[in-house]
């Protein structure tokens, strides 16, 4: 079972590691320690609900964020705690693509680039567990920027919605966020924003985790809820 790995640094990046900003994510990547983090409870853990809207599916083809929102839990409480941006993805956005998430290249024409918010991102993301809903898809893309710019990626722990849906009905197969909404009894507003999505998942990823573990059990536990299903 394997929950996180670790990168090395590739040769390409090291005159961009001269910047002390990708020195310093360089340095949070490569020495965040994830079997700390998941021996906590979850009562005592950060986590960090993302989503992301981007201008399609293939991260490492040529597609990039648009979109992203985090929200921060202390144990199952929302602290309020929240970032969010539109991202400049520095290529056109597909017309496709634009009517899922309603988001045009005029909406982000002078919005940052993904590298201008990756240090804040990471700052927000900090040492916590990610939540997300199909979660490996928004970590892949942060990822490639990531080890484009700094040689690294995301070392944090994570949980999927989905998983844990699975886990709970003994179903099979992929369900969108509206189907596992729908059984969690959470209503999604602005689907497909960001926001809306990020804030569905919280509201799931709590419902959920109320009902397999208790607040006193390691995060590890919730992790391991994951796998007990097939997909």
């Given at each position: 079972?394997?929950?996180?790995?670790?990168?090395?640094?590739?040769?390409?990046?090291?005159?961009?590691?001269?910047?002390?900003?990708?020195?310093?994510?360089?340095?949070?990547?490569?020495?965040?320690?994830?079997?700390?983090?998941?021996?906590?409870?979850?009562?005592?853990?950060r986590?960090?609900?993302?989503?992301?809207?981007?201008?399609?599916?293939?991260?490492?083809?040529?597609?990039?964020?648009?979109?992203?929102?985090?929200?921060?839990?202390?144990?199952?409480?929302?602290?309020?705690?929240?970032?969010?941006?539109?991202?400049?993805?520095?290529?056109?956005?597909?017309?496709?693509?634009?009517?899922?998430?309603?988001?045009?290249?005029?909406?982000v024409?002078?919005?940052?680039?993904?590298?201008?918010?990756?240090?804040?991102?990471?700052?927000?993301?900090?040492?916590?567990?990610l939540?997300?809903?199909?979660?490996?898809?928004?970590?892949?893309?942060?990822?490639?920027?990531?080890?484009?710019?700094?040689?690294?990626?995301?070392?944090?722990?994570?949980?999927?919605?989905?998983l844990l849906?699975?886990?709970?009905?003994?179903?099979?197969?992929?369900?969108?966020?509206?189907?596992?909404?729908?059984?969690?009894?959470?209503?999604?507003?602005?689907?497909?924003?960001?926001?809306?999505?990020?804030?569905?998942?919280?509201?799931?990823?709590?419902?959920?985790?109320?009902?397999?573990v208790?607040?006193?059990?390691?995060?590890?536990?919730?992790?391991?809820?994951?796998?007990?299903?097939?997909?």
């Open positions: 079972m394997k929950w996180f790995g670790r990168s090395s640094q590739p040769d390409y990046c090291k005159v961009s590691l001269e910047n002390p900003t990708l020195q310093s994510i360089y340095q949070h990547c490569t020495t965040l320690n994830p079997r700390k983090i998941i021996k906590q409870s979850v009562a005592e853990a986590f960090v609900v993302i989503d992301t809207e981007t201008t399609g599916f293939q991260a490492y083809s040529d597609d990039e964020i648009v979109s992203i929102a985090m929200l921060e839990l202390n144990g199952l409480e929302k602290t309020g705690q929240e970032f969010k941006t539109l991202i400049n993805p520095e290529r056109p956005i597909p017309e496709t693509s634009t009517k899922i998430h309603h988001i045009s290249d005029v909406d024409a002078d919005a940052p680039k993904l590298s201008e918010k990756l240090p804040d991102i990471m700052v927000f993301i900090g040492s916590s567990v939540i997300g809903h199909h979660v490996n898809f928004d970590i892949r893309f942060i990822n490639k920027r990531l080890q484009k710019l700094a040689g690294c990626s995301l070392q944090n722990p994570w949980i999927d919605t989905m849906y699975l886990e709970l009905t003994g179903k099979m197969g992929h369900y969108c966020l509206e189907d596992v909404a729908q059984a969690a009894g959470v209503e999604i507003k602005e689907r497909h924003t960001a926001y809306g999505d990020a804030l569905a998942t919280l509201k799931i990823f709590v419902k959920f985790t109320q009902q397999i208790k607040p006193s059990e390691p995060v590890s536990n919730l992790i391991a809820m994951q796998y007990n299903s097939e997909v």
